[in-house]
């Protein structure tokens, strides 16, 4: 069973990081840093942006490796759906059990925009891939020679505009095999107070408890600088001040992400997904701060 | 190549849209008769060429199987809001130019799940309502514009789809690519 399911299902306030596959196949200092996060379960990001990186199977494993408990992130952008069940038997081979089903950016806005986009299937019909491998078979019918045990969350887009179409969009998630969501990072509480809202209006049940937030620490200027660059990538201008005029932008990161936490909090969400960028020391101030 | 296939939904429509003289189908005099016994017949020439030449032919018409290709299956549902496609299209031959992303010919053409707007117009074909990624209602991937789904989103809630019939949006997996 995954730690992270079990802790959600507790109603115990889920910590998770994002470790970006370091950028060539030298993994020493990633695994060190993986190694020291203080979260109940990391992130592996699939190429994200389009941008290459060494696959999420792979760094998973690698992740897995160090005795952390990853969240194996899975998209369908360069996978047909023979690759994407072979990967995901794969991963259940080594014992990753938390996947993360996702689309996945276009290729046309990363950094090999020749690259053949696959999309032979969206993130909902790969839920129902996992769903149909968790039972024990693939998707053509034929028998696995164990059932495997994924604990399948999905991604939600508290920025998509119009918001509307994006909470039908849990439903199906969640009626294709969903157990969790994370988000995109945001900074304040409005736009996922107005999804949890909107989506129990609309379904009477609950989702609050089943969302992860993301939260940034933008621990430098120049990082700052590269982010607002990144298509659809909107920072307020309040914080962005804050981060140009502290003269010690760490502790200042971290204060920016615990004071967003502290908005999120009393939405009874399931926990946060933090988003370190690369700065462990960080990510260990704010998981400090926030387990008290 | 067009095939003909005969969904059960093709039953309830009053109008049969006949594409004519396309020179692409691949089913007989016979089976079209048979498709059309009952129905108002409206045959159009080239629908695929936009739906500028067919004026007001469709006037009136509340619902429509078209025998096309997925593109003219298109064009007649920009006019009629209820649409089945009869055919099931397997390579595209789109007059229009504007037109040729209308369809690629999956050969299971399922537009009539997502009000006669074929799915496959999204870059990242997107089967089960728009990505995240969707701003404005604009696409997420450069070039595209409009995003398609919510066009589907809103031709759905103009017709009570999604207020009242949920499960219509929340049906999977639509079309399967048998190309
Ligand atoms: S569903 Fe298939 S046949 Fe129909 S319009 Fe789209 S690509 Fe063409
Ligand atoms: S924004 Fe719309 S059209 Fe563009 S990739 Fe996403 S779902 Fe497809």
């Known amino acids: 069973m995954s730690m992270l399911s079990e802790l959600l299902k507790q109603k115990r306030f889920v910590l998770t990081a994002e470790a970006a596959p370091p950028r060539g196949p030298d993994f020493k200092l990633f695994k060190h840093e993986v190694a020291h996060m203080p979260v109940d379960a990391v992130n592996v990001v699939d190429i994200p942006g389009a941008l290459l990186l060494p696959s999420s199977l792979g760094t998973s494993i690698a992740v897995k490796l160090e005795s952390k408990e990853p969240i194996f992130q899975l998209t369908c952008r360069d996978r047909n759906v023979l690759s994407l069940q072979a990967d995901l038997i794969s991963a259940a081979s080594f014992g990753i059990e938390n996947v993360l089903s996702l689309t996945g950016d276009h290729p046309a806005v990363g950094d090999h925009p020749f690259a053949k986009p696959v999309f032979e299937v969206d993130s909902i019909c790969l839920l129902q891939i996992v769903s149909q491998l968790n039972k024990g078979f693939a998707l053509n019918g034929s028998k696995l020679n164990t059932r495997t045990k994924f604990f399948a969350g999905a991604g939600v887009s508290p920025f998509a505009s119009p918001l509307e179409p994006e909470v039908f969009k849990i439903k199906k998630k969640m009626a294709a095999g969903a157990q969790f969501f994370q988000t995109q990072v945001v900074f304040g509480a409005k736009e996922i107070e107005q999804i949890i809202s909107l989506y129990e209006k609309k379904f009477k049940e609950d989702v609050a408890s089943k969302i992860i937030p993301g939260v940034i620490m933008i621990h430098d200027r120049q990082l700052l600088d590269v982010l607002r660059k990144l298509p659809g990538f909107v920072i307020p201008d309040k914080i962005v001040k804050r981060i140009n005029s502290t003269k010690k932008p760490r502790e200042e990161a971290v204060q920016i992400a615990l004071e967003i936490a502290d908005e999120l909090k009393p939405l009874e969400i399931g926990g946060l997904h933090l988003v370190h960028c690369g700065n462990v020391e960080c990510l260990k101030n704010a998981v400090k701060a926030l387990r008290g | ?179």
């Open chain 2, 1 to 179: 190549m067009i095939d003909l296939k005969l969904r059960d939904k093709a039953r309830s429509v009053d109008t049969v849209v006949v594409c004519a003289p396309c020179p692409q189908w691949f089913f007989s005099k016979k089976e079209l008769d048979a498709v059309c016994k009952g129905k108002k017949v409206l045959t159009i020439p080239y629908l695929c060429s936009g739906v500028k030449p067919i004026g007001d032919k469709l006037k009136g018409v509340k619902s429509a199987g078209v025998l096309a290709c997925g593109a003219g299956a298109q064009v007649v549902a920009e006019l009629v809001n209820d649409v089945v496609p009869l055919c099931d299209s397997r390579e595209t031959f789109v007059r229009n130019p504007d037109l040729r992303h209308y369809c690629f010919g999956c050969g299971d053409c399922s537009i009539e799940e997502t009000m006669g707007v074929c799915v496959f117009r999204c870059p990242k074909n997107m089967r089960n309502g728009p990505c995240g990624g969707v701003r404005d209602g604009k696409c997420e991937v450069p070039g595209v514009g409009a995003c398609v789904w919510i066009d589907i989103f809103k031709k759905m809630s103009e017709n009570g789809f999604v207020l009242n019939r949920a499960a219509q949006f929340e049906r999977k997996n639509v079309p399967v690519a048998k190309r």
